[in-house]
């Protein structure tokens, strides 16, 4: 079976998020203050083939914790759905 993983990688919450920052930033400069804390991170899409919803969670799991993610810095979460 084919699933499809939609992951959200983002900062740990306790770091500075220096272009979350700028962004924000930037927001007062256009004129729209009442927009604040933004934080940047990154949204991924993949496919995996795999014989169970089960298994191919642990196969992204595993991809977050080795590659997609830096976990000192980052977090991550994911949905995954049947393709």
Do not use: W
């Amino acid at each position: 079976m084919k699933f499809i993983a939609e992951i959200d990688v983002m900062p740990l919450k306790a770091l500075l998020d220096p272009q979350g920052k700028a962004v924000t930033g930037s927001m007062k400069n256009l004129g729209l203050p009442e927009i604040e804390n933004v934080r940047i991170g990154k949204h991924i899409t993949l496919e995996v083939e795999a014989p169970s919803k089960e298994v191919a969670h642990t196969k992204v799991d595993e991809a977050c914790k080795k590659l997609l993610a830096n976990q000192i810095m980052e977090f991550y979460e994911f949905e995954l759905r049947q393709a």
